[in-house]
């Protein structure tokens, strides 16, 4: 069974504050991470991806990988109300015909 | 990023009737597709993936007669829910996926299904 582990939240944080949200996962022949958010009612948007162990940037958000401790891991910088939605890391292993496993989900809540 | 679309966005009917859902790539072609179902509060899950110019593969569970799919060109996969009923409204959502690399997949709007 390969799985993808979130804390369900809500992890709630004070406008302007960093959010961090974290993920494990099971396979170890997982090869691409993504996050995607999702608001509710709506499909999932892709936030960013990372393959490498270390960081990866992209404006407020940063994706940190370390594939020996099988965690990836989102930062949201400078937290907006507008951030809140529910954030779905996802877990891509070429074994499995590039199906992604999803989490559960953690549901973010950024308080004004 | 790519845009993936669907049509339609909300769909009611009534028990017994089949429905179908388009997913249209819009700027890019995918030869894979793939298919989920999410209901409220839970994670999105896969049903099948769909393979332009070949069968769909579906995952355990899933009644391939039931929802069946088609993948006839480069730009668009359909799913037919044939005779609906109420436990099968849900939300579902199509993905298409841009081979390479890192092998993205790009989710459309989705189609909220509701069977009275």
């Known amino acids: 069974q390969k799985e993808v582990e979130q804390n369900s939240g809500p992890l709630s944080v004070p406008e302007g504050a960093i959010a961090s949200l974290n993920c494990t996962y099971s396979?170890?022949?997982?090869?691409?991470f993504f996050w995607y958010r999702q608001y509710s009612g709506k499909s999932p948007e892709l936030i960013m991806f990372?393959?490498?162990?270390g960081d990866k940037e992209d404006g407020r958000f940063t994706a940190q990988l370390n594939k020996a401790s099988q965690y990836v891991s989102l930062l949201i910088r400078d937290s907006q109300p507008s951030d809140s939605a529910t954030y779905l890391c996802?877990?891509?292993?070429?074994?499995?015909?590039?199906?992604?496993?999803f989490g559960a989900g953690t549901i973010l809540r950024v308080k004004s | 990023g790519a845009v993936v679309s669907q049509h339609p966005s909300r769909v009611i009917c009534k028990s017994g009737t089949s429905v179908k859902i388009e997913c249209r790539s819009l700027?890019?072609?995918?030869?894979?597709m793939f298919w989920y179902r999410q209901f409220p509060k839970q994670s999105l899950m896969l049903m099948a993936t769909?393979?332009?110019?070949?069968?769909?593969?579906?995952e355990q569970g899933v009644e391939k007669d039931k929802f069946l799919i088609n993948h006839a060109s480069l730009t668009l996969s359909t799913l037919t829910v044939t005779s609906a009923h109420p436990e099968d409204s849900s939300f579902y959502i199509c993905?298409?996926?841009?081979?390479?690399?890192?092998?993205?997949?790009?989710f459309g709007p989705g189609t909220r299904l509701t069977v009275l």
């Open positions: 990372i393959y490498s162990n």
């Open positions: 993905s298409a996926l841009i081979a390479g690399a890192y092998n993205e997949q790009f």
């Open positions: 996802a877990v891509l292993s070429m074994e499995y015909g590039n199906k992604l496993v």
């Open positions: 396979d170890r022949g997982s090869q691409s």
């Open positions: 700027d890019f072609q995918a030869t894979t």
């Open positions: 769909s393979n332009e110019g070949s069968k769909a593969t579906y």
